[in-house]
């Protein structure tokens, strides 16, 4: 009997993101070998031709996953039927600027899909954000959705916390799938909080392995505050100084293994999901924790313990959402 297959849209599929994804997406990287995609590529009628060239060059790769392309500026015909949003069309930062100046100028982009998606995605729509800021991004595309539940909408952390295992890996000299638990708390942004007090190497905490390794606690705990969280924390900013342009591929491998565990499920990895109220973050915010996945979407990882130093880092970095969440209220987009 022949699988029926699932529908993907993917937003500013003609930049580079977008790019970067088309072709692991058709490849079966995300959604394994036995699902065939649909994909549809949303644009603006200036990236139209970009997203129409990766369109040609998919039929080329000849990818026997990929049972339909479509390419649209048109939000509602993107969505229809959707399983599976991807939320990439966004302006990026540039030197200088932080991801919150870009609050009002992505801001109206994402209002009007989340109605597109209320208006015509598959009743199992699950939605990840990308587009910065993405947590806010995420908040006004569930706000705008309608009947759609707001647990349907994530925002992409991946990201960050690859990075925190990428920076542990170096400093322990170990293979990333040596190290578990790291978690990534609150914002996408320079706020939020790596944490690896949960975190185990080899099944030892980490911070004990780096107590062995740089001589004693103090030098670990001192390393951690000092080079690992803003590192991690600032990780964007040091790419785009390096590249020139923000993050791309490490960005897009990010999305799709955020998709990939979301439906195939997880013990545990970070994802900004809608708060209920978990560790004391006002409902609503679309706020990073560390989450598992039964293959029914991400929840909360709950019952963890923070210290107060923790603590005060995650709280600060809730209290930027909030500031967010207020400014775009202020904007009148929400
Ligand atoms: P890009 O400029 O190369 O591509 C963005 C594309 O979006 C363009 O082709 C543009 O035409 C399109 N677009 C703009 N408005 C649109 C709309 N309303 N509907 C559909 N498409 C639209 O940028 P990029 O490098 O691909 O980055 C995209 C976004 O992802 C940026 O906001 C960037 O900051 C963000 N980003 C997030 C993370 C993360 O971890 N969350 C990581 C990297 C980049
Ligand atoms: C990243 O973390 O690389 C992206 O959010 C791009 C940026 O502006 O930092």
């Known amino acids: 009997m022949a699988t029926s297959s699932t529908t993907v849209t993917i937003t500013g599929a003609g930049g580079q993101i977008g790019y970067a994804l088309l072709f692991r997406i058709a490849a079966g990287d995300m959604l394994g070998p036995d699902r065939p995609v649909r ?3 949303l644009e603006i009628p200036q990236g139209m031709r970009a997203a129409e060239g990766a369109a040609l060059e998919l039929q080329d790769c000849a990818f026997p996953l990929l049972h339909d392309v479509e390419v649209t500026d048109n939000a509602r015909t993107a969505f229809e039927g959707c399983s599976i949003g991807m939320l990439v069309g966004a302006r990026p930062r540039g030197p200088g600027m932080e991801r919150a100046d870009l609050l009002a100028a992505n801001a109206g982009i ?3 899909q989340g109605e597109a998606i209320g208006a015509g995605a598959a009743s199992d729509v699950r939605i990840v954000v990308v587009g910065n800021p993405a947590n806010t991004n995420a908040l006004l595309a569930a706000t705008a959705a309608g009947d759609v539940p707001a647990d349907r909408f994530t925002a992409l952390t991946r990201l960050d916390h690859n990075r925190a295992v990428g920076q542990l890996t170096e400093a322990l000299d170990v293979r990333p799938d040596e190290i578990d638990g790291v978690a990534i708390w609150g914002n996408h942004s ?5 944490d690896v007090s949960h975190a185990t190497v080899r099944g030892v905490p980490v911070v004990d392995a780096l107590t062995e390794r740089l001589g004693d606690k ?10 690992f969280i803003p590192r991690v924390a600032k990780r964007g900013a040091e ?5 020139g342009s923000s993050s791309v591929a490490s960005a897009a491998n990010a999305a799709i293994e955020h998709v990939r565990d979301e439906q195939a499920g997880t013990a545990w990895t970070s994802a900004a999901v809608v708060s209920q109220g978990e560790y004391g973050v006002p409902e609503g915010l679309v706020c990073s924790f560390p989450v598992s996945s ?8 709950e019952g963890l313990d923070l210290d107060d130093r923790s ?3 995650f709280e600060a970095s809730v209290s930027e959402l909030v500031a967010e969440r207020d400014a775009v209220r202020e904007l009148g987009i929400l």
């Not at 320079?190 to 790596?194: D, G, K």
């Open 218 to 227: 103090e030098r670990a705990m001192a390393w951690l505050d000092d080079s």
């Open 110 to 112: 994402f209002g009007p």
């Open 294 to 301: 039964d293959g029914s979407g991400y929840r909360v990882v």
């Open 239 to 243: 790419i785009i100084d390096v590249r």
């Open 39 to 41: 994909l549809r590529l």
């Open 311 to 313: 603590r005060a880092r």
């Open 190 to 194: 320079a706020t939020q909080f790596p």
